[in-house]
Antibody
Framework: EVQLVESGGGLVQPGGSLRLSCAAS????????MDWVRQAPGKGLEWVGR??????????EYAASVKGRFSISRDDSKNSLYLQMNSLKTEDTAVYYC?????????WGQGTLVTVSS | DIQMTQSPSTLSASVGDRVTITCRAS??????LAWYQQKPGKAPKLLIC???SLESGVPSRFSGSGSGTEFTLTISSLQPDDFATYYC?????????FGGGTKVEIK
């Protein structure tokens, strides 16, 4: 059974940093691209970014709203995905989901809440 | 960026109704479109990919159609479990983008 479990969310002040993790199981993690998607409270879904697999050189893509502030990485030996978030803004407050793209997103984690507030 | 516009934003319907949700892309995305269902406090669930391919385990009352810029999600006979918010998403090009959502409410 495919499982994605996010962790690392919490309360952080504007300008601060936070690192989210996503632990994957039930599939060959190293074969897959992996993404982060977020959802602000009461709002719709927003794609954050993607890391490709080793075969595609672990290259990344980002939404314009986070480019230069957020960084996606992975550790295939630990079946883990990461989202390093720097220079956080109040508008980054959201539930952050890791998701597996198989063209569309066929598996999602349960999400972890990040609150950016003073 | 490709903008995805869903309509309506809210829909009130009764059990047994036929429901149609529309998603329009600001430029052609061929059939690179997915539909998701989300219930409060839960992660989205994939219903349909490549515009019309039903995901395994999804009831056959759900169907998708369209290509290019116009797409529809149809629920042939609304069931109590279907009251939720539905999102379309294009994966034709980066940045990947979602529609604003359609909340299906009980009439």
């Amino acid at each position: 059974e495919v499982q994605l479990v996010e962790s690392g969310g919490g309360l952080v002040q504007p300008g601060g940093s936070l690192r989210l993790s996503c632990a994957a199981s039930g599939f060959t993690f190293s074969d897959h691209y992996m993404d982060w998607v977020r959802q602000a409270p009461g709002k719709g879904l927003e794609w954050v970014g993607r890391t490709r697999n080793k075969a595609d050189s672990y290259t990344t893509e980002y939404a314009a709203s986070v480019k230069g502030r957020f960084s996606i990485s992975r550790d295939d030996s630990k079946n883990s995905l990461y989202l390093q978030m720097n220079s956080l803004k109040t508008e980054d407050t959201a539930v952050y989901y890791c998701a597996r793209p198989n063209s569309s997103f066929d598996y999602w984690g349960q999400g972890t809440l990040v609150t950016v507030s003073s | 960026d490709i903008q995805m516009t869903q309509s309506p934003s809210t829909l009130s319907a009764s059990v047994g109704d036929r429901v149609t949700i529309t998603c329009r892309a600001s430029q052609s995305i061929s059939s690179w479109l997915a539909w998701y269902q989300q219930k409060p406090g839960k992660a989205p669930k994939l219903l349909i990919c490549t515009a019309s391919s039903l995901e395994s385990g999804v009831p056959s009352r759900f169907s998708g159609s369209g290509s290019g810029t116009e797409f529809t999600l149809t629920i042939s006979s609304l069931q109590p479990d279907d009251f939720a918010t539905y999102y379309c998403q294009q994966y034709s090009s980066y940045p990947l983008t979602f529609g604003g959502g359609t909340k299906v409410e009980i009439k």
